[in-house]
């Protein structure tokens, strides 16, 4: 299993940054994936970025250019450099693991964190 604690979120003006963090309770290297997702009022979770055990990332249309994924096996870590954030952004932000075990794919999730972008 993996526990995941998100943290970084907040109230933001627009065109500021946040850099959202992900701990996980084991090694990331052993996990085949993970990402970040968000959710809006009203609004289904998409996906924002992801980021594969060989560090190949993934990035929504909506937030290439702004949004940077990276992770620190040391820490056990995912970030989520955030920077020209705009308004649409607000949302609730989830971290995500996919873990593979056998022909099994595992799925965890965060409790999110709320990032507040104001105009």
């Known amino acids: 299993q993996v526990q995941l604690v998100e943290s970084g979120g907040g109230l933001v003006q627009a065109g500021g940054s946040l850099r959202l963090s992900c701990a996980a309770s084991?090694?990331?290297?052993?996990?085949?994936?993970m990402g970040w997702y968000r959710q809006a009022p009203g609004k289904q979770r998409e996906l924002v970025a992801s980021?594969?055990?060989?560090?190949?990332?993934n990035y929504a249309d909506s937030v290439k250019g702004r949004f940077t994924i990276s992770r620190d096996s040391a820490k056990n870590t995912v970030y989520l450099q955030m920077n020209s954030l705009k308004p649409e952004d607000t949302a609730v932000y989830y971290c995500?693991?996919?873990?593979?075990?056998?022909?099994?794919?595992?799925?965890?999730w965060g409790r999110g964190t709320q990032v507040t972008v104001s105009s």
């Open positions: 995500n693991a996919n873990l593979v075990v056998l022909y099994d794919v595992q799925t965890y």
């Open positions: 084991r090694s990331i290297s052993s996990i085949n994936a």
């Open positions: 980021i594969s055990s060989g560090s190949n990332t």
